[in-house]
């Protein structure tokens, strides 16, 4: 899977990347929110880690950014942050994050924030397809039946015409 890590402390990327490469995903790193907007701009990011506290705009503001984008409920958002107090960390999933982890991070508390993030992007991935499968089937159907000879109706379950084509008019 494709991850944007975005976090400003050198060492923290560097150990953050690392670990998270051992599980066989391709990170690219960033230190800043507009390094950040540059790569989502150019490549597609599944799966975000955001720091906090970000040097000019921080990662709770473009999180909330991400999240109104047309396509932001499409990646899973994983705030990283030092902040502990609850009110801070209701602030992220309000913001718009899927998830959190505070600082110092624990190594198996990531790996279980990153299969929880595995598995909700594969199921989102999953409905996407599925989603895009029957869009095409619908389209199918609909060519089929405007382009018929023989004239078709379809009725609800109150006996209304929910759809008539152009040979049944």
């Known amino acids: 899977m494709n991850i944007l890590l975005v976090e400003d402390q050198d060492d923290s990327r ?78 992220a999933l309000e913001a718009g994050a899927n998830d959190y982890l505070t600082k110092p991070i624990d190594l198996s508390l990531l790996n279980v924030r990153l299969a929880v993030a595995e598995r909700q992007i594969r199921d989102l991935t999953e409905r996407n397809q599925a989603r895009i499968a029957l869009q095409q089937s619908a389209r199918t159907l609909t060519d089929i039946l405007e382009n018929t000879t023989d004239g078709f109706f379809a009725l609800d379950y109150a006996w209304r015409f929910t759809y008539v084509n152009p040979e049944a008019e």
């Open 14 to 91: 560097k150990t953050l990347s690392r670990l998270i490469g051992m599980r066989g995903h391709k990170v690219s790193q960033v230190a800043t929110a507009e390094e950040a907007e540059r790569a989502l701009a150019t490549d597609s990011f599944p799966f975000l880690i955001l720091d906090w506290m970000l040097p000019g705009k921080s990662g709770i503001d473009l999180c909330r950014e991400l999240r109104a984008r047309q396509d932001g409920d499409e990646m899973f958002i994983l705030l990283v942050t030092g902040k502990t107090d609850r009110a801070d960390l209701e602030m």
